[in-house]
């Protein structure tokens, strides 16, 4: 307390609870040392912090903001006129409420605020000292540009920060609301009505839910409710406004696919306000993979099963997640990626979401070791080492600075191969793929996931360079798992070619790639079809590609491996002998080579080819040689029918280039008639 006037302390952050419950960590810390202080939030309407800080007994404002919309011009209107108005209140609650602190937790809707006390701060019209909390080790956007008006920054990590913000920054961890620790069990299972031996399995996605989580386990409801001892309570998430997702609406629309199961252990609610008493009654915690939701799990010291959203900027979750995990305080697992309703979308494999869950069920020793290494993962200390902090700009008093690092999870980070993974870009991670497939570098077995997890990611991503780099390192790295997500972008049958171009030719690319690895793959009856119909798409690489694909079945795998009949296989040649005629060289050079593999009858072979043996590009004559040479070595072609057609194809080309290609084709079919003319008849 300054003098006999009582602090006044306005908190802003929020849109998600991850955003809001800090705040809410940090209040309920400084009512109980100064119970005369006076608090105020200042948040957004219709978002997390709408309905959860009225529950907590702070009053709350509201200001207008947008998130940052990108180049966008109209967005970017919006954005300003909003940033403008909520500007303008948040100076007007300033001067009126005349906080001594201002404490703020991430999210856009700080913007307005943190940006008019600096500016109030600047005109000597307000003395409110900024404090700003960072949840993640990387800063978030919101939190980066409003560090730079902060007096302190408090932080979970140092490591990686600007110099500029580092130098104001000091390391506190994450505070954690005291409710959501050390509850009793069986007060909490009474309160909730589950038996005292109970098993129970507490599964939530944050404040708004996780799609893919809500599925996965209701999917997963048949097998668990039917052991009789397990119950699951179940978080749906709260829709909010602007949200694209309702959690609950979209359960209840899953849970209708099992009109006749049971569901008197199971516990389902949109948000758990008092969620401790969920952490106190389950066995087991089935969460994502957020700092805060990590932080309330280890201070309850609860065993998780760890989901982290793929494809979050930085990757922040996958990293969270994956520390807890190598300090054994977690089961780590991953999403992955499917086709549904005509769309490539994130999901989680219930089946290996319930066998997971039960054989922890099963093992009480793993259950515990889970437990008390979660345990260690958070200090209890936390949130008085924050107040002290911000008692500390309360009074305007030094600071002191504790060590850089608040846990050895965090410092580790870096050393962890699965960091270096996720923090190398999709262009280094497609060359070191490359290197891999050339023999430069190896790729342990036991890493593929790692990889496997980013291109999954790349998958769903709205960067179609993205996807398309997805599409080519799954074919390099023998990913056969993505084989539907293939097909599904290249087919045509979906309606109109949605995705863009070089997208649709590099699935082509990598389901060549698949391929290569995997022989199941070249005797797929739909993979030949889907070849098939890839001729038809407009994009002349796409064509090229597929034709090249084609080109690796041979006539033995049409015939041998039961993948049509006769009829099929003449209707596919026809096919290809017209793509002979397209406008493409490329497309027309494929189609040579793919004719040169498959065709079984060398006259039909000579007389596709007689057009195009004055083509007006080189390389395409080139490959009539290579195709003419795969004749002869199959025996189909006569060497001296060969050596024949051989003398009917321009032999000229015009390149700047050491070696010429079509010279060494000429030279490779030469070399062949003379290897297949010298054996005995």
Known sequence: MKGSVPYRILYTGGGTGGHVTPNLAMHSALAQRHPDAQHLYVGLKGKAEASMVPKAGIPIKFVASRPWPGRRPWALFLFTVAMLFGFTKSGWILLTWRPDLVIASGGYGTAPV???AAFLRKLRLSKARIFIHESNVVLGKMNAVAAQFADVVGVVSKQGLPKAIRAKSIAVGYPVRPKTMGLDRAWARDKLGIPQDARVVFVFGGSQGAKTLNRAIVNSLPTLL?????WIIHGTGKYLDGNSYNG???T????AKFPDLAYEKYIRSDFFDDIGTQYAAADLVICRAGAGTLNEVCAAGMPAIVVPKINLPGEHQALNGHALASQQAAVLLLESVTVEDGQIVDTVDHEKLTKTI???LCAPDKLASLREAAKQQYDPDVLNNIVNVLESLLNK?????GQDETNASESDVSKLSFTKVLEMSSNKLDVFLREVKSGQKTLAQEDKWMFEYKINGYFISSNYVLRARACRMAGLMGYTQALPILMHIFKPNRGLFKDVPIVRRDALVGLKGLMDFDASVRQSPEVLEGLIEALEDPYYEARAVALTAIGKFSFEHFMNSGLMDQSRYVEICTIIESCLLDHSFEVREAAVMALGTILNDGDRLIKA????RFDRVWKVRA?????LESAVTRGILKPDTAKHEMRQILATSIDNRPVYPMKEAAKKLSDTIKKTQSKPE
């Open 358 to 360: 039960v054989d922890l």
């Open 623 to 627: 490959a009539m040689y290579l195709a």
């Open 114 to 116: 943190i940006l008019a």
């Open 226 to 230: 039917g052991f009789k001892t397990v």
């Open 609 to 612: 080819l007689i057009p195009l």
């Open 248 to 250: 609950a609406a979209d």
């Open 397 to 401: 008093t030094p600071i002191k600075q």
């Open 252 to 255: 209840e629309a899953q849970l």
